[in-house]
T-cell receptor, first 115, second 115 residues
């Protein structure tokens, strides 16, 4: 069990550019989540996958955001035409439906700075 | 709407002493899970303790215990024999058991441990 990993850990981009983040969940976990955390706030839910199916999306996930989990393993989160308001920590978490409480385990996050 | 409130932005505790972090939540659901996560500076969030709402017995994990008052919708975390390594942001979260897998987080409490 190597834990949830995310890449890159830090990303600095200019407004209007596209960025893509990757998340590798714990290997036996079939559920994967994306959250966004801004300074001084708790994480806010963005979206959730069960295997490769995206089953829930927050209203926070605007049309500029898209997430995929093509083979039910790793996931990518893409932000198009970035805005300064997108600057935040993007957290990925995973869980298994085989555990009773379905506890989510978090990765280290990708910190995005939009200039 | 479901919300989590952590009314203490920052708390301090002397090493080896006991501290209690407060959390209240609001939901109309009767079945849910509650969690406390710890986020050390620049490090990933880790699970501290979890509680199933249907259980009357308060959860404990070594030096960490909760006081779960379902009627009052209160879920406080008690840390006994505080250690320097306990210094971190602590987030309270909950998840209802049906219809969604997203966690709702509070805004966090920063815990400082004084030597």
């Amino acid at each position: 069990d190597t834990g949830v990993s995310q890449d890159p850990r830090h990303k600095i981009t200019k407004r209007g550019q596209n960025v893509t983040f990757r998340c590798d969940p714990i290997s036996e976990h079939n559920r994967l989540y994306w959250y966004r955390q801004t300074l001084g706030q708790g994480p806010e839910f963005l979206t959730y996958f069960q295997n490769e199916a995206q089953l829930e999306k927050s209203r926070l996930l605007s049309d500029r955001f898209s997430a995929e989990r093509p083979k039910g393993s790793f996931s990518t989160l893409e932000i198009q035409r970035t805005e300064q308001g997108d600057s935040a920590m993007y957290l990925c978490a995973s869980s298994s439906d085989l555990t009773f409480t379905d506890t989510q385990y978090f990765g280290p996050g990708t910190r995005l700075t939009v200039l | 709407a479901q919300t989590v409130t952590q009314s203490q932005p920052e708390m301090s505790v002397q090493e080896a002493e006991t501290v209690t972090l407060s959390c209240t939540y609001d939901t109309s659901e009767s079945d849910y899970y509650l969690f406390w996560y710890k986020q050390p500076p620049s490090r990933q969030m880790i699970l501290v303790i979890r509680q199933e709402a249907y259980k009357q017995q308060n959860a404990t994990e070594n030096r960490f215990s909760v006081n779960f008052q379902k009627a009052a919708k209160s879920f406080s975390l008690k840390i006994s024999d505080s250690q320097l390594g306990d210094a971190a942001m602590y987030f309270c979260a909950f998840r209802i058991t049906s219809g969604t897998y997203k966690y709702i987080f509070g805004t966090g409490t920063r815990l400082k441990v004084l030597a």
